[in-house]
Each structure stands twice: as C-alpha cells, then as structure tokens.
C-alpha cells in the first residue's frame, strides 16, 4: 500500500471514530432529555447542547428527532434483548430461567434509569404492543412477550405452574413490571435493585404457582425466609 493511500486510509478510520463517539455523545443526550421531556416535547437543539454538538454536526450522523429516538430505542433494545436470548440459551429448567430473567429484566431498567424514564414518559401500557411508538419497540416487546409465554407454557407444562392462557400471563407479567418501575422512579429510586426483583419475584409466584409448588419455587428464588 503506498504512502498515499495508508494517510487515506488512516483518516478514514479516524473519521469512523471520530462519527462514533459523536453517535454514542448524541444518543447518551438524547436518552436523557427524551427521559426528561417526552418525545414531543424534546427539542433537537436541546439534544444538540446537551451532547456538547453543533447541529451541524448532531444532522450530520443522525438527520431527524425521529431517527435519534429510534436509534436510542434500538441501542438499548438489542442490550436487553441480547441478555434475554443469553439466558434462555442456558441449559437451566423453565423455573430458573423465568426467575433469572425477570431478575435481569427489572435490573436492566433500573440500572438505564434515563431510558427508563424515557419509556415510562410514553402514555402507553407496555403489556398492549400497537400502542407503542416505534418499531424498534414493537418488535423488542413482541419478543418479550413471547419469550415470557413460551416460558409460562413450559412452566405449565412442568407442572408447577397453574394452567391459565401463557399469552395473558405475559402480558400481566409486563404490565406489571411497567407499574413496579413507575412506582420505583416515583419514589426516588431509594428501593435496592435486590428488594425490588424480590417483589416482583414474589408477587409473580404467587400468582401462578401451584399452591403445592409456591415453597420449592420461592427457595429456587431465594424468598424461602421473605414473609
């Protein structure tokens, strides 16, 4: 490669990065104002000053408000979805991996608190996917809801669960964890992570275990000693 081309090269990647670390600046700012704000309301100014840009330079790597909102949904959607389909990869029983999800479920949102927020500032139920703004929402939540079935399916299967439609045990399922998130932020995030999943935990199990399965399943859990 000549000399010429190797400067050319070489500026190139320095440009890709440079491209990135402004991507990644905008995204972090968007997630919070979006968080703050809501959709409509949120100015590309805003997102601009807050990611220390130009808006020449923020409709250089990302050209609209509705690009940038979608490029933040996709970012952390694909994360969380990422870690989903990593436990279910586990070779672990329907009970296990319904505990470890909901775990990493509420644990991922909690820790993203902007996007969290961002999320919660939709007026849409979580569990009701039409509702939703974007595709990249749409399909995250499908295939959390059918990840959550097809785990209630199993866990009826297994025999611990009580036979009731997998579908709306889903869908109750993510309803309620929107509804323990909100309370959360309301509160001023003071609960820990820990005693929040534990709840959910909880409140899950007893729900849909077997009045004879509830004990085994609550020490699977760790709650064999919560009142």
């Known amino acids: ?76 959607l694909a994360e ?23 775990r990493m479920q509420l644990a991922f949102f909690m820790a993203r608190r902007d996007f969290t927020k961002m999320q919660l500032k939709e007026v849409t139920a979580w569990s009701t996917i039409g509702l939703l703004r974007s595709p990249e929402q749409i399909e995250a939540l499908g295939a959390g809801l059918q990840l959550f079935a097809d785990l209630f399916r199993q866990g009826i299967e297994d025999g611990y669960l009580i036979d009731d439609d997998p579908d709306l045990m889903a869908r109750m399922v993510i309803a309620s964890q ?22 959910a935990l909880r409140h899950l199990l007893r729900s849909y275990c077997k009045t004879e399965c509830l004990p085994s399943a609550m020490a699977a859990a760790g709650l064999e000693d919560a009142p």
């Open 1 to 76: 490669m000549s000399t010429t081309a190797t400067i050319v090269k070489a500026q190139e990647s320095l440009r890709d990065r440079k491209r990135e670390l402004y991507r990644e600046a905008i995204l972090d700012a968007a997630e919070r104002v979006f968080g703050e704000e809501g959709y409509e309301a949120t100015k590309v100014q805003r997102i601009a000053a807050e990611a220390g840009v130009s808006l020449t330079t923020l409709y250089s790597v990302l050209q609209s408000k509705w690009e940038i909102y979608r490029a933040v949904n996709r970012r952390r």
């Open 80 to 102: 969380v979805m990422s870690l989903a389909q990593g436990i279910v990869r586990q070779d672990t029983s329907s009970l296990d991996t319904l505990i470890a999800g909901t």
């Open 178 to 199: 929107q509804v323990r998130l909100g309370m959360w932020m309301d509160r001023g995030c003071q609960e820990a992570p820990d005693r929040v999943a534990d709840a």
